[in-house]
């Protein structure tokens, strides 16, 4: 089990830059592909996936936030992680809880999937 925390929400105003943090702590390892991602999600709507990178550096945006979004991760190993999703030019859509993930896959099977408890970010 690994514990999911996220960091850096808060109010801003519109064109600013923010970025959010994600550490996770706990049982990481993984055999299979190791993926951390970020996801959004607004009052009433489903969560969306924003962007994920793998332990090799291989990294996926939602096309919404291409060129905008940037996503770090900074240090992966068997008990602990971090991630950073930098947000460029902030827009009214950005508004939302962003939740962070850490998941170990083989193609569409999930071994685990852990899930933070999400950081505001309100513009």
């Known amino acids: 089990q690994a514990q999911l925390v996220e960091s850096g929400g808060g109010s801003m105003q519109a064109g600013d830059s923010l970025t959010l943090s994600c550490t996770a702590d706990?049982?990481?390892?993984?055999?299979?592909?190791?993926?951390m991602s970020w996801h959004r999600q607004t009052l009433g709507k489903q969560r969306d996936f924003m962007a994920s990178i793998e332990r090799d550096g291989t990294t996926k945006y939602a096309d919404s936030v291409k060129g905008r979004f940037t996503i770090t991760l900074d240090g992966a190993d068997k008990t602990e992680a971090r991630v950073a999703l930098q947000i460029h030019s902030l827009e009214p859509e950005d508004t939302a809880m962003y939740y962070c993930?850490?998941?170990?896959?083989?193609?569409?099977?999930?071994?685990?999937?852990?899930w933070g408890r999400g950081t505001q970010v309100q513009r």
């Open positions: 706990g049982y990481l390892s993984c055999s299979y592909k190791f993926e």
């Open positions: 993930q850490a998941a170990c896959k083989s193609g569409e099977l999930y071994y685990y999937k852990y």
